[in-house]
């Protein structure tokens, strides 16, 4: 059985991942949330916090990220960095410090955005940091073959508990609806079955890409 590592386990496409899959991959998790996660107070930002073992993984996903929405001239500098910190900064320190266990043929998962594709007012912290995540994921997949699989995917908005103040109620969630070319929201099983066919032996011949999910909202124009 294959060993993930999940970081950030309790974004709600993390969570739908281990519980549809937990019979076939020993899952991993690390959460400032401790209730889903296999360390106590864990840091994105600390390494001291990370889980420590000598158990080599299989594959990677690393989840943690933000929607910071708000117009340019309102956003302080401080925000930009928060933003980098843990989409950007986050993402490398646990890439540095846990690929010495990675067999080879690992798969490694970085969740972007569709920000990162598509120009949208207010998002520009978040395509900021979101883009870079993106730009990262593209080198490493040139510098790591044909050790690593280094693959993103980009989201747009879906149902979980960092959206759910844009889905407050049906008038929200119509309007966004209307926006997207398939008329729906994303679930989180959009995103997890997505990651299972990333993370297995099915996917060997694909890295480097920036696959959305979004119901065709990065590419079509209706």
């Not at 549809?20 to 959460?31: G, H, P, V």
């Amino acid at each position: 059985m294959k060993n993930i590592l999940i970081v950030g386990s309790n974004s709600a496409a993390a969570k739908r991942l281990v519980d549809d899959y937990k019979n076939d991959y020993n899952f991993i998790r690390l959460s400032r949330n401790e209730d889903e996660s296999d360390v106590n107070n864990f840091n994105i930002l600390n390494t001291d916090t990370y889980y420590k073992s000598e158990l080599k993984y299989d594959g990677l996903v690393y989840f943690p990220g933000s929607i910071n929405l708000k117009p340019f001239k309102s956003l302080k500098i401080e925000e930009f960095y928060s933003d980098i910190d843990i989409n950007v900064i986050g993402l490398i320190k646990v890439l540095k410090f846990y690929q010495p266990f990675l067999n080879s043929g690992s798969s490694l998962v970085f969740i972007s955005s569709v920000a990162s594709k598509v120009g949208m007012p207010f998002h520009s912290s978040v395509s900021l940091a979101k883009s870079a995540i993106v730009g990262l994921c593209s080198s490493l997949a040139a510098e790591f073959a044909p050790h690593f699989r280094v693959n993103c995917i980009s989201p747009s908005l879906f149902k979980s508990n960092m959206a759910s103040r844009f889905l407050r109620n049906s008038q929200m969630e119509e309007k966004i609806k209307n926006k997207n070319p398939m008329q729906k929201i994303g679930e989180p099983a959009d995103i997890a079955q997505l990651l299972n066919f990333l993370l297995s032996d099915n996917s060997k011949w694909i890295t480097g890409q920036n696959i959305s999910v979004d119901g065709g909202m990065s590419t079509l124009k209706l």
